[in-house]
């Protein structure tokens, strides 16, 4: 154990990999001294993921009312039914900026951000919140922020704005969408090992021996949590190493029965829901070893091009579909929510000194657009997760009637319970004192 010193940070290591451990009541994991300036060094830090999924949602099922355990949820948010308590939902909150083009492309590129779209095909927005968070806060961590996506981005052009704005949420500078990665396996890799590349050896064996030593000087619950910590590792890099044997990306179906050239290993699954699976435990895993606490997951683009025979809904696209509220338009938004239900479960059954993983995220859930009639004078928002104790679940806040109804203000209640406070992001200069 001399190697390991845990005035910071607690780090299992081995030949080119890095793996931070979970939280343990063994190990002072997070140090003697306050991490960002106030919240006690002993308590788990605060994360943030914020999920996106384009062309909005089925325009009669989308709603909450009531409160905690007696909240009542429309279709579309009937996977989440478990997590009432732990729910927010916001309704009415929306960005001016959005309005001006009304297509898909200048609803999308500034979510995050609130900020003026430049149009004509030239690029241009704001720094997103996660990035600013990142910049802030991501010296903590070994990635400083995790940006993941299951559909390719799209360097078109679209009704005089690029389509680059469709294809991303998070933007390291008005200039710079944050780079997007939609393989597994580098996902993966970014977070467990020193450099990105493929290599032979196993995360899990190149750390093995720094494991064994550790386990001998940690308490019984925390043999049992690392135990379960390395076997969920363990099942990612199997799942990651089978990906790419399905075929290519999700809705290409090939001509043969088998191919007649060697298939390029890009690591891809084909079923979307195989891929996104893959991404979401990717993401807890990120927040499990704190190597992130940043992380967004765009599980599809704004006019996405996303079909879903896993669903049974293989005869049209993911854009065409949100143009009328049909069975299988809200089948599918199902199938989304149901992703941000397995991320809440998984981070929920985590458990972190006296909350859990759940208690001390940020999960955030939105669109581009309402429904898809192109509907951004309200947004769809809701938040799963207690922000480290400083979020109050099990309520519905509408801010439809009210003046000052700027999404960005709900982002500087955000940044608040991660310790970063601005005088102003994008359009708001305060926070919703509600959140």
């Not at 939609?182 to 977070?191: M, V």
């Not at 993911?318 to 239900?341: C, I, P, R």
């Not at 972190?352 to 940020?362: H, I, K, S, V």
């Amino acid at each position: 154990m001399a190697n390991h010193h845990f005035s910071r940070r607690a780090f299992l290591r081995g030949i080119g990999v890095t793996m931070a451990l979970p939280w343990m009541e063994s190990l002072n994991v997070w140090g003697d001294t306050p991490d960002v300036g106030i919240r006690p060094a002993s308590e788990a830090p605060v994360r943030l993921a914020v999920l996106f999924s384009g062309n909005g949602f089925h325009s009669k099922e989308w709603w909450a009312k009531g409160e905690g355990k007696g909240m009542e949820l429309g279709q579309v948010l009937a996977p989440l039914t478990d997590f009432r308590e732990k729910l927010l939902f916001v309704r009415g909150l929306y960005n001016e900026e959005a309005q001006k083009g009304n297509i898909h492309s200048s609803q999308t590129g500034n979510l995050l951000s609130g900020a003026p779209l430049a149009s004509g095909g030239e690029i241009r927005s704001g720094t997103s919140i996660d990035q600013l968070l990142a910049q802030r806060y991501g010296h903590s961590t070994k990635v400083p922020s995790l940006v993941l996506g299951c559909e390719k981005s799209n360097p078109s052009v679209h009704k005089n704005y690029s389509m680059l704005y469709s294809s991303h949420i998070s933007w390291s500078s008005p200039t710079s969408p944050t780079p997007l990665e939609i393989y597994p396996a580098l996902a993966f890799d970014r977070l467990f090992k020193d450099e990105v590349s493929k290599g032979d050896e196993s995360v899990l064996d190149a750390v093995l021996s720094d494991a064994k030593n550790l386990r001998r000087n940690i308490s019984g619950n925390d043999q049992r949590k690392l135990d379960e910590y390395l076997e969920s590792v363990r099942d990612v890099e199997q799942r990651i190493a089978n990906a790419g044997q399905k075929g290519e990306l999700q809705g290409w179906r090939p001509t043969l029965d088998k191919p007649n050239m060697a298939r390029p290993a890009d690591g891809i699954p084909q079923n979307i829901a195989d891929h996104m699976r893959l991404m979401c435990d990717i993401l807890v895993l990120g927040f499990q070893t704190d190597t992130t606490r940043i992380t967004t997951l765009k599980l599809n683009n704004d006019h996405s091009s996303l079909r879903f025979p896993n669903l049974g809904v293989d005869y049209m696209i993911h854009h065409l579909l949100s143009h009328s509220d049909t069975a299988d338009w809200l089948k599918v938004n199902q199938f989304f929510l149901e992703q941000v239900a397995y991320i809440a479960r998984k981070l929920d059954a985590i458990q972190e000194g006296p909350r859990t993983l759940l208690d001390n995220t940020m999960l955030m859930y939105c669109s581009s657009m309402l429904n898809g009639g192109h509907d951004a004078t309200q947004l769809p928002v809701l938040m799963v997760g207690g922000g480290g104790g400083r979020i109050k679940g099990g309520r519905v806040l509408d801010y439809k009637e009210k003046t000052d109804r700027q999404l960005c203000r709900l982002y500087l209640s955000m940044m608040d319970k991660m310790e970063v406070r601005l005088p102003k992001f994008g359009d708001a200069s305060k926070a919703l004192e509600e959140v």
